[in-house]
T-cell receptor, first 113, second 112 residues
Framework: GAGVSQSPSNKVTEKGKDVELRCDPI?????LYWYRQSLGQGLEFLIYFQGNSAPDKSGLPSDRFSAERTGGSVSTLTIQRTQQEDSAVYLC???????????FGPGTRLTVT | GIQVEQSPPDLILQEGANSTLRCNFSDSVNNLQWFHQNPWGQLINLFYIPSGTKQNGRLSATTVATERYSLLYISSSQTTDSGVYFCAVGMNYGGATNKLIFGTGTLLAVQP
């Protein structure tokens, strides 16, 4: 079946602009995670959604970052007033439940100039 | 928070050689996954192995949860095995998030 998909695959934006990144999880997966991978920080957790529960936002680096998940499926990660340090690959993952194997999408490479 | 250490950080092999990658973690976990990140950046699932031993073709993995380590074995390596291997562990935070904490990876280069 189809895996996790993300769009766009690449995004170049100017400092100060807002960006939206999209994630389509595997059908039937109730848990959805956002991570990011950067040279200085490695792979780090950002935010987690599980069903209709309140999301775990403990990994978001600043209040410029937000995410939503509509209808228990598609998720959007929004970064406002982007900074150069936001440049990274943003990865989405989904799983059948919170204690199941996570599957990752191909990522969105964000470059802030 | 939990610490995840991988060794070695870098490894160069000749095609056909065998290798063992290690992952140590500092606390009890209920999820452990091994990934291969290919040159295009895609994280490919290798094993979901919070405990025990699993095998898939030339790859196998063993996790000894009581001693807080996991090993990934690669036999008869091929050039397509090149890339970064990540170990990631998850903990059950009161029944909620099972976020993965990643190690820093092992960069493997298999030479023909």
């Amino acid at each position: 079946g189809a895996g996790v998909s993300q769009s766009p695959s690449n995004k170049v934006t100017e400092k100060g602009k807002d960006v939206e990144l999209r994630c389509d999880p595997i059908s039937g997966h109730t848990a959805l995670y956002w991570y990011r991978q950067s040279l200085g920080q490695g792979l780090e957790f950002l935010i987690y959604f599980q069903g209709n529960s309140a999301p775990d936002k403990s990994g978001l680096p600043s209040d410029r970052f937000s995410a939503e998940r509509t209808g228990g499926s598609v998720s959007t990660l929004t970064i406002q007033r982007t900074q150069q340090e936001d440049s990274a690959v943003y990865l989405c993952a989904s799983s059948f439940g919170p204690q199941h194997e996570q599957y990752f999408g191909p990522g969105t490479r964000l470059t802030v100039t | 928070g939990i610490q995840v250490e991988q060794s070695p950080p870098d490894l160069i092999l000749q095609e056909g050689a065998n290798s063992t990658l290690r992952c140590n973690f500092s606390d009890s976990v209920n999820n452990l996954q091994w990934f291969h990140q290919n040159p295009w950046g895609q994280l490919i699932n290798l094993f979901y192995i919070p405990s025990g031993t699993k095998q898939n073709g030339r790859l196998s993995a063993t996790t000894v949860a009581t001693e807080r380590y996991s090993l990934l074995y690669i036999s008869s390596s091929q050039t397509t095995d090149s890339g970064v291997y990540f170990c990631a562990v998850g903990m059950n935070y009161g029944g909620a998030t099972n976020k993965l904490i990643f190690g820093t990876g092992t960069l493997l280069a298999v030479q023909p």
